[in-house]
Structure formats: structure tokens, C-alpha cells
Nanobody
Framework: AQLVESGGDLVQPGGSLRLSCVAS????????VNWYRQASGEEREFVAS????????NYAASVKGRFTISRDNDKNTAYLQMNNLKPEDTAVYYC?????WGQGTQVTVSS
């Protein structure tokens, strides 16, 4: 199993980014997908999740209303749309599924 994230970048406060997580080596549609993030010097924290099947979504309170998680099972890909970004969103973002972590993608929010 492998997960590869992309889409991280430097963006100004109030900006938007869309992260992607491409899965391979397992049946993607069978598994819940989670996004986590880890800021420098901090513990990794939950950001959002989407279930297999019905696609039920859950969000951390800090991102609810600004971030949207989605998935395209035909493309074996999960997404994290991030709007109204804040400096405190700066972190490495990881996706997790099938007991597998991706390598992460850096998001930096700064003017």
C-alpha cells in the first residue's frame, strides 16, 4: 500500500489550496481516509476524515467550515480543499488509510 500527497505550497492568509492523496496497492474504496497535520515542534493532529461507502465526513473544530474533505474512488484519490487559510494552518499535511501514512506535503500560510 502507498499514499502520495501533493498540493502543498506557500499561500497568503485568506488564500486557498487543494491537497491530493493518491492511493495505490490496495482497494481504496474499501477504506476510510483521514487527513492529519503536524506543525513544527507539535504533535500530529487530526484534521478531517471521510468514510468508505456513504462518505460520512468529520472535521476538527479548528477547520470546520473552512476545509472540505472528499474522495474520488474511480481515481483512487482523496482531496482536502482548504479555504480561508490562517497562519496557524501551517504544517505538514498527511493522509492516512489502510494503516498507511503518506510522506506528507508542506503547507505554509504567511504574508
Amino acid at each position: 500500500a502507498q499514499l502520495v500527497e501533493s498540493g502543498g505550497d506557500l499561500v497568503q492568509p485568506g488564500g486557498s489550496l487543494r491537497l491530493s492523496c493518491v492511493a495505490s496497492g490496495f482497494t481504496f474504496s474499501w477504506y476510510n481516509v483521514n487527513w492529519y497535520r503536524q506543525a513544527s515542534g507539535e504533535e500530529r493532529e487530526f484534521v478531517a476524515s471521510i468514510t468508505a461507502g456513504e462518505g460520512t465526513r468529520n472535521y476538527a473544530a479548528s477547520v470546520k467550515g473552512r476545509f472540505t474533505i472528499s474522495r474520488d474512488n474511480d481515481k483512487n484519490t482523496a482531496y482536502l480543499q482548504m479555504n480561508n487559510l490562517k497562519p496557524e494552518d501551517t504544517a505538514v499535511y498527511y493522509c492516512y488509510a489502510a494503516r498507511t501514512w503518506g510522506q506528507g506535503t508542506q503547507v505554509t500560510v504567511s504574508s
